[in-house]
């Protein structure tokens, strides 16, 4: 079940997989007609929420994107397996992320404002040793991201549930006692997952922890961000800019103030897009692992979101 059904349908046919008969569907109403004796579903969260209630032989669902919150909400049925796919996205995202941090810290947009106006004006800009980034959610993609960060020789610390150290991470503190860790970030990029205890994670009391020259980048889920605070941060200059690829809303509303403001870089929930190949290679392996009733990989912990 995916807006990619086709694609998927045609790359699980050639993969020779055993004992495997694949239907696809591409919208909520075609899947509702087809899923009834599929005991397998490979799909996309949203939609696969939708189709829950007629799947009466469903044993185990195999997510193609990183978040699963549209199966873990409360109300929905648990009583099957649901997989994810841990280690597909950490690299993409790494692209994005040093992407927008060296376009800030070199002044890429700023010259080419610049350009518009026929104006040479070189700019300053730091080395990487000079910056600290700190990582919310040390996750597979948290921990990719800090290699990529480290490598480059910025200054990485991080954040997550335990206060666990991690590797490529100089200090990570734990949720529940945040420290200096808002305090010190040149960069905040937040990589958590939706889930209760993550709603808001940024708020307006987080927000007034960080300094005006910090930048906000985004590449978690749109509801860790409580939007109006940030929207008051940046307007009254708390923040330097917030870079955004989720939204607490998607699209993002026609006329919502963040499209206009010259702080804020929107992109359409496109840091780490789902490659049919790779999430079919995923499946494959868990599918082999199904068929000799061996434990599934990356099984979901439906209370914790993850």
Request: charge should be negative; charged fraction near 20%; aromatic fraction near 10%.
């Amino acid at each position: 079940m995916s807006r990619e059904a086709q694609q998927y349908e045609r790359l699980l046919a050639g993969a020779g997989l055993p004992e495997l008969n694949v239907q696809s569907a591409d919208s909520v109403q075609l899947g509702r007609e087809r899923i009834e004796n599929c005991g397998i579903v490979l799909g996309e969260p949203p939609l696969v929420a939708q189709v829950l209630d007629v799947a009466t032989r469903l044993e185990w669902v195999q997510s193609c994107w990183a978040g699963v919150d549209a199966l873990c909400q409360p109300g929905l049925r648990q009583d099957y397996t649901l997989t994810g796919v841990d280690g597909q996205f950490g690299a993409l995202i790494s692209e994005y992320v040093t992407g927008y941090l060296f376009a800030l810290e070199r002044g890429f947009f700023a010259m080419r404002d610049n350009q518009a106006k026929q104006e040479w004006l070189p700019l300053d800009y730091r080395r990487p040793h000079e910056v600290t980034v700190g990582i919310a959610g040390l996750g597979s993609i948290g921990r990719h991201l800090a290699g990529a960060l480290a490598g480059f020789g910025f200054r990485v610390t991080g954040m997550n549930t335990s206060g666990e150290p991690c590797e490529n991470v100089e200090k990570v503190y734990p949720s529940a006692a945040p420290g200096d860790f808002f305090r010190e970030l040149d960069y905040l990029v937040i990589t958590l997952p939706a889930t209760v205890e993550t709603r808001h994670f940024l708020n307006a009391q987080t927000l007034d922890q960080m300094r005006s020259s910090s930048v906000v980048i985004n590449v978690g889920r749109g509801s860790v961000v409580d939007e109006t605070a940030l929207l008051h941060a940046l307007r009254n200059k708390a923040l330097r800019a917030a870079v955004l690829d989720v939204f607490e809303t998607e699209p993002l509303p026609p006329g919502h103030p963040f499209w206009a403001m010259s702080n804020v870089f929107i992109t359409p929930h496109v840091a780490a897009v789902s490659f049919p190949k790779d999430i079919v290679e995923v499946f494959k392996s868990n599918y082999l692992r199904y068929l000799n009733q061996q434990s599934l990989r990356q099984v979901v912990n439906f209370s914790r979101g993850y």
